[in-house]
């Protein structure tokens, strides 16, 4: 059964024209069918056709169900967008078929591209997650300078602390993927258990040995995703594959 998206599901029981179209004009769908709907939050609903109409498919539901994900962690994945679009458009949608929760496309020193058009990427989501029939839809941010991504996640004081030391982030743990010759562990033996994840991509050049030394400052563990040096896009789909495979309900 195909899934349809139906954000405003709760206020409204009409398909986006969008969705429509492609219910009744190009799926064929008619009057009394039944159809598989997500309001991309983790619930999904079976309802019924009551009018197929090509511009605003009106439906009635029959029951909904609320699912858990695979995975009993959030995955933030922090990358810089490849030279080639195509790469990350892939890296985004295998993402979005794994279990991803936020993607922020991220501006690097050696960034070759700095430009982004989000809209297509928030398609290429949609696509992705009703094709894998996935009822989360992952958060997608504009494109964000490293600096202030550095800021948004710095440690802050704890008073609660001795001394008030820095305190990390509450319940998140940070990672920063490179390819330097640094002493780091890999990500399957970093990480821990239960805990959610931010982790950082860089573009096809790596990260300047500045941003690493950045990262590590503001707590960032330093991290490999294995012997062989990946593309930027295929680094993000194995640490985003690897987080799930670790936190597997």
């Not at 029981?13 to 769908?29: P, Q």
């Not at 997500?38 to 999904?44: E, S, V």
């Not at 030391?165 to 330097?180: M, N, P, T």
């Amino acid at each position: 059964m195909y899934l349809f998206y139906t954000p405003d599901i709760e206020t409204s029981h009409f398909l986006s024209e969008e969705e429509s179209a492609h219910c009744v004009r190009v799926l064929r769908y008619d009057r009394g069918d039944e159809i598989l709907l997500t309001d991309g939050r983790g619930t999904t609903y079976h309802a019924r056709i009551t009018n197929p109409h090509p511009r605003h498919c009106e439906f009635e539901i029959i029951s909904q169900e609320k699912q858990e994900k695979t995975h009993n962690v959030y995955i933030h994945v922090a990358i810089a967008p490849t030279k080639n679009i195509e790469r990350l458009e892939w890296m985004v949608e295998k993402c979005t078929e794994i279990g991803v929760d936020e993607i922020t496309p991220l501006l690097c020193r050696f960034s070759e591209r700095k430009n982004l058009r989000n809209d297509r990427l928030e398609k290429i989501i949609l696509s992705a997650a009703k094709q894998s029939l996935t009822p989360y839809l992952p958060k997608l941010n504009p494109l964000t300078d490293f600096a202030t991504l550095m800021e948004m996640y710095k440690p802050t004081p704890n008073p609660s602390l001795e001394g008030g030391e820095l305190d990390e982030v509450s319940g998140l743990d940070k990672y920063i993927a490179h390819c330097y010759k640094d002493e780091k562990r890999e990500l399957k033996d970093a990480l821990r258990k239960g805990r959610d994840v931010l982790i950082l991509i860089g573009p096809e050049g790596d990260f300047s040995e500045q941003e690493v030394e950045q990262a590590i400052a503001q707590g960032f563990v330093p991290v490999g995703l294995g012997r062989s040096r990946l593309r930027t896009e295929t680094a993000g789909v194995v640490a985003c594959h690897t987080v799930v495979l670790m936190n597997e309900d």
